[in-house]
């Protein structure tokens, strides 16, 4: 049961309701987990003022990558967000 | 089942780490060169290393029935002293005689500099003048991306270059697709924090399929495990992948590629057309 065809290279051979049944908790716990960790910081003294700290407002970011319905690319668009920009011919840091 | 540890900075560990890694039927593992947590003083710091880790850890892991193989190298950490990293690089050929040495490794970038570029450079021009194989260090977090596709962008472009003969390793989501297009070989590394989860190196498996891809675990100095490339094998039967193919990623797959060096003693357990389901 919950068992397709389909195997490397071609999707996992697991259908999807069997894929959220094993990883529904573990889920939970990441955002639940990032839940706490934002409301600690944002708690602490000076709390206000880092939530507009640029790593924050990617974070948000990432969250709204997170929430797309649709996409199967969250996971690499999540690490493009994370990059150094590049734009046009690679530029060597000196 | 059979695994080989395609890349392992085993000087970092203990010898119970060796014990852990046979009774998971590990059988071989590589140590690639690295940064040891602070730059090294001089180039005979270099010199000792290369020495621990071509003659001894041979020793230490062989009580554990696991071969051990290493790569030599200047690190991209500490490439950009472009004095000391020349000094290393005189003594590198002595190194690639010895008969557990596979190739140039982990060389690369750390953050994308000038001077760890030319070095990078420097040191393809020396596997190629002693027809060794590469194995590429990616840099972490921000910096993976850019850098990543300045090596993809050289290596492909040179013209003397085997791709078969390169592997990228730390590879994820965002630069596994530029690498295996320009016909390298990837390795996905698992390690908290920075790199990648036993879960996603599988979700990797199942979109781009088995072919030029391995998988590590990466043991070092920090905060990681050996036993996190069995957790992807675990990962792999759960979610219900046919026994050969996880063969093919942890064990055959290291051999198609490692046993392009003739010092590499074991041999796949199926061919790579038929290990790779036709590809």
């Known amino acids: 049961m919950g068992k397709t065809t389909l195997g490397m290279g071609k999707g996992s051979p697991l259908d999807a309701r069997k894929l959220l049944d094993m990883h529904f908790l573990d889920i939970r716990s990441a955002l639940l987990e990032t839940a706490a960790a934002l409301d600690r910081i944002e708690r602490a003294k000076g709390g206000k003022e880092v939530m507009g700290d640029s790593r924050i407002s990617k974070l948000f970011a990432a969250c709204r990558i997170i929430t797309d319905t649709g996409a199967t690319d969250r996971a690499e668009r999540f690490l493009t967000l994370f990059s150094s920009p590049e734009t046009g011919p690679l530029q060597v840091e000196e | ?279």
């Not at chain 2, 675990?217 to 050969?244: C, L, V, Y």
């Open chain 2, 1 to 279: 089942m059979k695994v080989i540890e395609p890349h392992i900075h085993m000087i970092a560990r203990t010898t119970q780490d060796y014990e852990r890694m046979a009774r998971m039927h590990t059988v071989a593992c590589c140590e690639p060169a690295f940064w040891a947590g602070y730059d090294r003083t001089s180039p005979e710091a270099f010199y000792d290393y290369f020495v621990h880790i071509s003659e001894f850890e041979p020793t230490r892991a062989a009580q554990y029935m696991i071969q051990h193989y290493c790569w030599i190298c200047i690190n991209p950490k500490e490439a950009d002293d472009l004095v000391l990293s020349r000094e290393v690089i005189s003594f590198i050929p002595e190194f690639l005689k010895k008969s557990t040495v596979l190739g140039l490794g982990e060389i690369g970038l750390n953050l994308n500099t000038k001077n760890e570029m030319t070095i990078f450079e420097e040191q393809v021009e020396l596997a190629l003048e002693y027809g060794q194989l590469i194995w590429i260090h990616t840099p972490h977090l921000k910096d993976k991306l850019k850098g990543t596709r300045m090596m993809v962008e050289y290596l492909a472009g040179h013209g003397g270059v085997d791709p078969e003969k390169v592997t990228f390793d730390h590879c994820e989501e965002h630069t596994l697709k530029m690498v295996r297009d320009a016909g390298f070989w990837a390795a996905m590394t698992i390690y908290p924090v920075t790199k990648n989860s036993p879960a996603r190196v599988v979700d990797a498996l199942e979109i781009y399929g088995i072919d030029h891809l391995m998988v590590d675990a990466s043991g070092d100095w920090g905060p990681s495990d050996p036993g996190t490339i069995h957790d992807a094998i675990f990962e792999m039967k759960k979610r219900g992948h046919r026994e050969e193919d996880v063969e093919t990623v942890f064990y055959n797959n290291p051999c198609f590629f490692l046993g392009q060096c003739e010092k590499f003693q074991l041999q796949p357990l199926q061919d790579r057309k038929k290990a790779w389901n036709g590809r």
